[in-house]
């Protein structure tokens, strides 16, 4: 029995030290070996030939996106007002075609936009769901491309070739990056000091006697490594945590099950979406996981909820 005892202890503890790592996931929500991080060329990271991003839990119903930028009026409720750049004039046909977005506009529909903008290589970055220089550089350059007029602005004409190439967005590349609302935080979190986690929402609350003091975008382990749902604590913390077992770095690493511990994770803030932890809750944001390490005292609770 005492022989027994010594070697669950010592796996206990090469679990700690391991921790976890991002990793790929392949056809069929398979895992993949460990990898290193690569930034984006090409064509956007994670695309599949299905209306979507492939979710690292397929079993897991992704929130409902809402009316979409290519929907009739009457579906819509984040349209921005119409414009018009020009007017009729000596040697014009008539106005040019109404603008749809242009820059210094925000919401879900800049979200549609850059998402098929993504999809065609003419940007890399977010969705951020606000028209940027970015944005404008990229709707320039695929303006100019087809032979409309090279304005950075979106009108119909342009918005209607767009449409005319790409595929319907499902509701995490629209999300890829995060931004996405948070859900309703569970019961279990609205007393103490808690890390309330949501799957269904990808988020995390920061919640002090019911309060919601901050918020971020995390991602989970994929369908073979899943994080584990339920109430824990955080029992041990390590700012500059190294994995052994997967040979990486897990900064800002709170641990709560196990080797199972919210960290920081480059490969998320690359990649978003379009990778998975090994049952880790990885945070991209490194700034908000700095503060939020820094507020977090061991013993305070964890509630990992769908």
């Given at each position: 029995?005492?022989?027994?005892?010594?070697?669950?202890?010592?796996?206990?503890?090469?679990?700690?030290?391991c921790?976890?790592t991002?990793?790929?996931t392949g056809e069929g929500?398979?895992?993949?070996?460990?990898?290193r991080i690569?930034?984006?060329?090409?064509t956007?990271?994670?695309?599949?030939s299905?209306?979507?991003?492939?979710?690292?839990?397929p079993?897991?119903?992704?929130?409902d996106?809402?009316?979409?930028?290519?929907?009739?009026?009457?579906?819509?409720?984040?349209?921005?007002?119409?414009?018009s750049?020009?007017?009729?004039g000596?040697g014009?046909a008539?106005?040019?075609?109404?603008?749809l977005?242009?820059?210094?506009?925000?919401?879900r529909?800049?979200?549609?936009?850059?998402?098929?903008?993504?999809?065609?290589?003419?940007l890399?970055?977010?969705?951020?769901?606000?028209y940027?220089e970015?944005t404008?550089?990229?709707?320039?350059?695929?303006?100019?491309?087809?032979?409309?007029?090279?304005?950075?602005?979106t009108?119909?004409?342009?918005?209607?070739r767009?449409l005319?190439?790409?595929?319907?967005?499902?509701y995490?590349?629209l999300y890829?990056?995060?931004?996405?609302?948070?859900?309703a935080p569970?019961?279990?979190c609205l007393?103490?000091?808690?890390?309330?986690?949501?799957?269904?929402?990808?988020?995390l609350?920061?919640?002090?006697?019911?309060?919601?003091?901050?918020?971020?975008?995390?991602r989970?382990?994929?369908?073979?490594?899943?994080?584990?749902?339920?109430v824990f604590?955080?029992?041990?913390k390590?700012?500059?945590?190294?994995?052994t077992?997967y040979?990486?770095?897990?900064?800002?690493?709170?641990?709560?099950?196990?080797?199972?511990?919210?960290?920081?994770?480059?490969?998320?803030?690359?990649?978003?979406?379009?990778?998975a932890?090994h049952?880790?809750?990885n945070?991209?944001d490194?700034?908000?996981?700095?503060?939020?390490?820094?507020?977090v005292?061991?013993?305070?609770?964890?509630?990992?909820?769908?």
């Open positions: 029995m005492r022989g027994t005892g010594k070697a669950s202890a010592a796996l206990l503890v090469l679990a700690v030290a921790g976890c991002v990793q790929g929500g398979g895992s993949r070996a460990p990898i690569e930034f984006p060329s090409g956007p990271a994670g695309r599949t299905d209306p979507g991003l492939r979710d690292p839990d079993g897991r119903r992704s929130p996106p809402g009316p979409r930028a290519s929907d009739p009026p009457d579906r819509r409720n984040t349209r921005s007002p119409d414009r750049d020009g007017t009729d000596p014009r008539g106005p040019a075609p109404a603008v977005w242009s820059r210094g506009d925000t919401g529909d800049v979200r549609e936009l850059q998402a098929r903008l993504r999809q065609i290589a003419w890399f970055d977010g969705p951020t769901g606000t940027d970015l404008e550089r990229a709707v320039r350059g695929f303006q100019g491309k087809r032979g409309l007029p090279a304005t950075g602005r009108d119909r004409v342009t918005w209607q767009l005319a190439m790409t595929r319907e967005p499902g995490w590349d890829l990056m995060g931004g996405q609302p948070a859900a569970d019961p279990r007393t103490g000091r808690v890390l309330c986690i949501s799957k269904t929402s990808r988020t609350r920061w919640m002090v006697d019911g309060r919601t003091l901050a918020t971020v975008a995390v989970f382990g994929s369908r073979y490594t899943p994080t584990r749902d339920g604590e955080v029992y041990w390590s700012r500059n945590h190294w994995s077992l040979d990486t770095s897990m900064p800002y690493a709170m641990f709560f099950s196990g080797g199972q511990a919210v960290h920081f994770s480059s490969d998320f803030a690359a990649r978003g979406y379009a990778g932890s049952g880790c809750v945070v991209r490194e700034a908000a996981i700095a503060d939020l390490y820094a507020r005292r061991t013993g305070d609770k964890v509630v990992v909820h769908r």
